[in-house]
């Protein structure tokens, strides 16, 4: 996930601990000790550009064959304390792509959605500038929102997110750290964040930058909603 972000103070931000954590044999550095830093970066950039891939690949066990569905390509731009914006590039097979765009200016918000052509959604922007609160209809949730927004936003939900109101990527009971890796050339932390009920992330954290990499993410909440005859093996997403 290339990312630009001008980080101009580090600030001290309550971030919830995870109720266990195991130690990395690397530096000493716990999963719970990465991820602080890791929203610290995030709460406390002034502006931030970010372009990413939402990737799904699986196997049909009826036909052993693998695929790759092309990526989403997402989008988000933010400057504090409450200019956003979204964009979402679905590719189609046999129909033009669904594009979706949400601008919030500080005043108002701008909304575009492909399949409604020709109509542009405009309201006044809440106070609120959270991502709940900024979509205004059913239709435009379930286009820019089509699966929670710590999976397909997970920058955005970090960018947005306060000592109140903690990102819904930390809603979990246990942070492990994994051995680490890298990414292109970039060496990364890996941390695992594991819930009962929707499975394990796994991020993958700048070891410089503390920015958000990669993420692979939980399957099963995906796999029963997209295959309910259990057709699917090997599930994989990650963005």
């Known amino acids: 996930m290339g990312r630009r972000a001008r980080v101009r103070v580090w600030v001290h931000t309550h971030v919830p601990r995870a109720r266990r954590w195991e130690t990395g044999a690397d530096d000493g550095s716990t999963a719970?000790?990465?991820?602080?830093r890791m929203l610290k970066?995030?709460?406390?950039?002034?502006?931030?550009v970010d372009n990413a891939q939402y990737h799904e690949r699986y196997v049909r066990r009826d036909t052993g064959l693998e695929y790759n569905v092309p990526p989403h390509v997402v989008s988000v731009v933010y400057r504090r304390p409450n200019r956003l914006r979204l964009n979402r590039q679905v590719p189609e097979v046999d129909s033009a792509p669904l594009s979706v765009a949400v601008t919030a200016n500080g005043q108002q918000v701008r909304a575009f959605v492909?399949?409604?052509?020709r109509q542009v959604l405009e309201y006044p922007q809440p106070d609120r500038s959270e991502l709940d609160t900024l979509i205004a209809t059913p239709a435009l949730r379930e286009a820019v929102l089509p699966v929670p927004i710590e999976n397909l936003y997970p920058q955005a939900d970090l960018l947005l997110?306060?000592?109140?109101r903690p990102p819904r990527l930390f809603n979990t009971g246990i942070a492990r750290r994994l051995p680490d890796d890298s990414l292109?050339?970039?060496p990364c932390y890996?941390?695992?964040?594991r819930s009962d009920g929707s499975g394990a992330r796994i991020l993958w954290i700048d070891q410089q930058s503390y920015l958000l990499r990669r993420m692979e993410m939980p399957t099963e909440q995906v796999r029963r909603a997209m295959d309910p005859e259990g057709l699917l093996h090997d599930l994989q997403?990650?963005?």
């Open 32 to 36: 719970d000790d990465i991820v602080q």
């Open 114 to 117: 492909s399949d409604y052509t």
């Open 161 to 164: 997110s306060s000592p109140t």
């Open 237 to 239: 997403l990650w963005i």
């Open 190 to 193: 890996r941390v695992e964040l």
């Open 41 to 48: 970066t995030y709460q406390s950039v002034e502006s931030y």
């Open 184 to 186: 292109r050339g970039v």
